[in-house]
Nanobody
Framework: QVQLVESGGGLVQAGGSLRLSCAAS????????MAWYRQAPGKQRELVAH???????NYADSVKGRFTITRDNAKDTIYLQMNSLKPEDTGVYYC???????WGRGTQVAVSS
């Protein structure tokens, strides 16, 4: 059974930082492309960043230079380091794994102005 479990969300003031984690089980983690998505209230889910099985990364324009996605294949875990947070970064952050289109349940991030 595949499980993706996110953690690390919370409430932070604008300009602050958070680090999200996503622990995977039930997959051969090193073979998967992993990604972070977010969904703000009343908006569609959007891609934040992804990291390929080889470690190449891609970011949404809105987070470039502020967020960093990394993976630790020894721990079957990906991370999202979020710096210089803005109120518009508020939302539920989800982890996903491809192939197979697996999703976690999300972790809430709230950034106050």
């Amino acid at each position: 059974q595949v499980q993706l479990v996110e953690s690390g969300g919370g409430l932070v003031q604008a300009g602050g930082s958070l680090r999200l984690s996503c622990a995977a089980s039930g997959i051969i983690f090193s073979s998967y492309t992993m990604a972070w998505y977010r969904q703000a209230p009343g908006k569609q889910r959007e891609l934040v960043a992804h990291i390929s099985n080889r470690g190449s990364t891609n970011y949404a324009d809105s987070v470039k230079g502020r967020f960093t996605i990394t993976r630790d294949n020894a721990k079957d875990t990906i991370y999202l380091q979020m710096n210089s947070l803005k109120p518009e970064d508020t939302g539920v952050y989800y982890c996903s794994a491809t192939p197979g289109n697996y999703w976690g349940r999300g972790t809430q991030v709230a950034v106050s102005s």
